[in-house]
């Protein structure tokens, strides 16, 4: 069973510029959350996209969007970088199946710079 | 709305000694809990979770977590410290707004001495 797995592992951008990140999700798993981690932080919830629609949003602009494919993977895009967007982004998977109890799976994360 | 607080930001136990990493919750319904633990350059991975079946819940590598409603608490203990336990630990709840959504306190680091 392959786990979540994200690319690239480390990014360096500058400030105004756009990128993209991208997860795949564990086999099986339909429901992918992205997460922003910043240094010396606990992740803090993005966005979460269930069966290519997104399914709930936290505290971040517009500038953070999403994707998911018909084969559930996943694209996290943040246009006009901030300084403040440097951190470490994390992908988690899960079934979809238990609700607010469910388990996520998380990936080993993309560690942006932007400088 | 929830929220967790973890107290002491880093904590340091001999190796064979107890650890113990403690997490306060709060939420306006019964909480879904767990607890993560992050390796360096890694990505999270589930150590337990309380979904209110059970108040002592066993997970992995020997950890175990008592829920406590009284006292709204969900620490994470361990009898026996072992140098591989050295990470990041991190205690969340689910929002239970329907999406699974996990908000997370801002971490304990555990260093272990031989």
């Known amino acids: 069973e392959t786990g979540v797995t994200q690319s690239p592992t480390h990014l360096i951008k500058t400030r105004g510029q756009q990128v993209t990140l991208r997860c795949s999700s564990q086999s099986g798993h339909n429901t992918v959350s992205w997460y922003q981690q910043a240094l010396g932080q606990g992740p803090q919830f993005i966005f979460q996209?269930?069966?290519?629609?997104?399914?709930g949003r936290g505290n971040f602009p517009p500038r953070f969007s999403g994707l998911q494919f018909p084969n559930y993977s996943s694209e996290l895009n943040v246009n006009a970088l901030e300084l403040d967007d440097s951190a470490l982004y994390l992908c988690a998977s899960s079934s979809g199946l238990a609700g607010d109890q469910e388990t996520q799976y998380f990936g080993p994360g993309t560690r942006l710079l932007v400088l | 709305a929830q929220s967790v607080t973890q107290l002491g930001s880093h904590v340091s136990v001999s190796e064979g000694a107890l650890v113990l990493l403690r997490c306060n919750y709060s939420s306006s319904v019964p909480p879904y809990l767990f607890w993560y633990v992050q390796y360096p350059n890694q990505g999270l991975q589930l150590l337990l979770k309380?979904?209110?079946?059970?108040?002592l819940v066993k997970g992995i590598n020997g950890f175990e977590a008592e829920f406590k409603k009284s006292e709204t608490s969900f620490h994470l203990t361990k009898p026996s410290a072992h140098m591989s336990d050295a990470a990041e630990y991190f205690c969340a709840v689910s929002d239970r707004g329907g999406y699974n959504k996990l908000i997370f306190g801002a971490g304990t680091r555990l260093a272990v001495h031989p």
């Open positions: 309380y979904t209110s079946a059970a108040t």
């Open positions: 996209y269930y069966r290519e629609e997104e399914n």
